[in-house]
Nanobody, 121 residues
Framework: QVQLVESGGGLVQAGGSLRLSCAAS????????MGWFRQAPGKEREFVAA????????YYADSVKGRFTISRDNAKNTVYLQMNSLKPEDTAVYYC??????????????WGQGTQVTVSS
């Protein structure tokens, strides 16, 4: 069982930066691939980024590639999402998720409660 708690969301102007954190409970954090997803009002949840168990492989949605960076610190049981050059269309609730797999998959087993990111124009 893994519990996930996101933090770091907030209000930022377009062009600004935020870093989201996701703290995970459990001793097996390093065996899970992790992902970030987001859901804007009236839209379906969408994939943002994912990272393998070691951090050696990362994956991004085209819409955030070059602006967002996912990373993890297994010693701290934490995954991060550094978001730069933010745009109003990045406004959404951001969710952290864990999958019981060394590499990201289509299905995620555990989800956090989400953190709101609002980008003003």
């Amino acid at each position: 069982q893994v519990q996930l708690v996101e933090s770091g969301g907030g209000l930022v102007q377009a062009g600004g930066s935020l870093r989201l954190s996701c703290a995970a409970s459990g001793r097996t954090f390093s065996s899970y691939a992790m992902g970030w997803f987001r859901q804007a009002p009236g839209k379906e949840r969408e994939f943002v980024a994912a990272i393998s168990w070691s951090g050696g492989s990362t994956y991004y949605a085209d819409s955030v590639k070059g602006r967002f960076t996912i990373s993890r610190d297994n010693a701290k049981n934490t995954v991060y999402l550094q978001m730069n050059s933010l745009k109003p269309e990045d406004t959404a609730v951001y969710y952290c998720a864990a999958t019981d797999s060394y590499y990201p998959s289509r299905e995620y087993d555990y989800w956090g409660q989400g953190t709101q990111v609002t980008v003003s124009s």
